[in-house]
């Protein structure tokens, strides 16, 4: 891999109450390249991907220990020191879930949430910002005619893909997706692996999965993370 | 096999129960239909007085029921109005900043306000009305204000609990997506976590009105009387349908004053689900401005 690191992660523990999740975990990951992690369940994966985010903070009794470092532009930025804002953070570290989430709210609101949050007002910015964020994620076409929908009327892939626009929308450089097609059927997820490779354009994309043939088709890197250690994979 | 028969006999149960509880309301609105049907006409409502005249308070009506179903109006939206929003913020901070051996104090007082017979918290606002008539002002004396601001704290442990409750029982999903998209805590709140638990806030406000529109045992110490007309201020007495069906329950003299007593409470079931519809468009209202709006 020639590509220059993106995050660097030294000396990693994460603790919830006295249970180590994460053990001592100092890893590098290069950017525009997808890394997948796989492992067996409830061994700290998602964990892992909050901690790029600093989402556990909000989880009581969870506690972590080492250093993260994320390169914005051109120098490294430790994103757990406090003067680092932690909306910038989560506006430059994209989210996607497990379950597709998208909020009780139509497809365009959707995908504008993120600006309303980060407090822009200007209609043209914001449905031209809209439009690009749906059209990287193969959803612009479907929903171009009703965009005042609720997104709940989507199909399961769709609103996958919603969510996925709604991370994109302020221009992450780095998307963390936890098992993004493990609730959609397999044509669904085929399309999210196709627009996952297309992102990589833009994005270093972090990707915990279960399935190893997914994992094959798109991962650049394989790592596998058990006992609390994350560990190239082998056969990657 | 067991088990089956096990399986059988609970469902059964249940069934009955519920049976058991539909069967008491169709019996006692039956039994008040009945009853007091037959009574229910514009004389019963404003007595003698020309009934536009009392719609537009021209003139008072000492002889019909037009006075307390303003006053229950009145303390309904008094009470509701000073409970609500101290007792949904209230809910607010329990849920998303309490945290600790706070919480667990603040928890047990709420407890214990909910626990508190509504005799009592009526015996504390008279003995405030006496104080304040004693000590600031010898024109304040149990009064609409007073009625409305004991009933306020009678029903705030609801308030507080039914938004606690639906706050926390928001799945962590829902509570992480606006900050995985950079929303401060606040902005979470107010843009996801409060629009998603709406509806669980609406019946704690349901509850509020249902509880405010039937209290007798506060009002009838803190200011409730009968035969005043319409209250001119929140100053000033006021009349009550559950004073008023409390009071003919209790002295009436003759029938026909016992069944204008079943009047008055077929008028304030009415009264209740008016004000109940009125809080589920305002819940539909809400979410819909809180969530839809383009």
């Not at chain 1, 910015?125 to 749906?134: C, N, P, Y």
Request: charged content about 15%; aromatic content about 10%; proline content about 4%.
């Amino acid at each position: 891999m020639d590509n220059e690191i993106k995050i660097k992660i030294d000396g990693l523990s994460f603790f919830y109450n006295e249970h180590r999740v994460l053990n001592n975990i100092t890893a590098g990951f290069p950017e525009h390249t997808i890394t997948a992690i796989v492992g067996p369940s409830g061994k700290g994966k998602t964990t892992f991907l909050m901690t790029l985010n600093r989402l556990w903070e909000s989880i009581s009794e969870a506690r972590m220990e080492g250093r993260v470092e994320i390169r914005f532009g051109d120098r490294f930025h430790k994103i757990y020191d406090p003067s680092y804002p932690l909306s910038q953070l989560r506006r430059l570290v994209g989210m996607v879930f497990q379950v597709p989430n998208p909020l009780p709210m139509s497809i365009y609101k959707n995908v504008a949430f993120p600006l309303k949050l980060a407090g822009m007002k200007d209609k043209n910015i914001i449905s031209g910002k809209v439009e690009t964020a749906l059209k990287r994620a193969f959803l612009w076409e479907e929903v171009k005619d009703r965009l005042t929908d609720n997104a709940f009327a989507l199909s399961g892939g769709q609103q996958q893909r919603l969510c996925i626009a709604r991370a994109l929308t302020l221009g992450p450089e780095i998307l963390l997706l936890d098992e993004p097609t493990s609730s959609l059927d397999a044509n669904a997820g085929a399309v999210i692996e196709e627009l996952m490779l297309s992102l990589k354009e833009r994005c270093t994309l972090l990707m915990v999965s279960h399935y190893l043939d997914q994992v094959k088709r798109i991962a650049d890197t394989t790592m596998e993370l058990s006992d609390g250690k994350l560990l190239e994979y082998p056969n990657s | 096999m067991m088990d089956r028969v096990l399986e059988k006999v609970v469902a059964g149960f249940s069934w009955i129960c519920a049976m058991v509880l539909l069967g008491t309301v169709f019996c006692i609105v039956g039994y008040l239909l009945i009853n007091g049907l037959g009574t229910i006409n514009v004389t019963l409502i404003f007595g003698e007085t020309d009934p536009v005249d009392a719609l537009l308070f021209r003139k008072q009506v000492f002889d019909g029921l037009f006075p307390a179903i303003v006053g229950t109006f009145a303390l309904v939206a008094l009470s509701v109005s000073f409970a609500v929003p101290i007792g949904i913020a209230a809910g607010i901070y329990m849920a998303e900043y309490c945290r600790g051996v706070l919480k667990r104090v603040f928890s047990l007082f709420f407890d214990v306000l909910a626990g508190i017979p509504s005799i009592v918290v009526g015996l504390f606002g008279f003995s405030v009305a006496i104080f304040l008539h004693n000590y600031f002002s010898s024109r304040i004396y149990p009064c609409l204000l007073i009625s409305a601001l004991s009933l306020a704290f009678l029903v705030l442990p609801y308030l507080i609990r039914t938004t606690q409750i639906s706050l926390e029982n928001l799945p962590e999903d829902i509570r992480q997506t606006a900050p995985a998209l950079g929303a401060t805590k606040l902005q979470n709140i107010f843009y996801v976590l409060i629009p998603r638990s709406l509806s669980g806030m609406a019946s704690g406000v349901i509850l509020s009105i249902g509880r405010c529109a039937e209290d007798t045992a506060v009002i009838m110490l803190t200011g409730a009387v009968t035969m005043v007309g319409v209250p001119k201020s929140v100053f000033s007495n006021y009349e009550a349908l559950p004073f008023y069906i409390y009071y003919i329950s209790s002295q009436y003299s003759n029938k026909q004053e016992l069944l204008s007593g079943y009047g008055a409470a077929i008028i304030l079931l009415v009264i209740c689900g008016l004000l109940f519809t009125v809080a589920f468009f305002v819940k539909h209202r809400l979410a819909y401005h809180a969530l839809y709006r383009q």
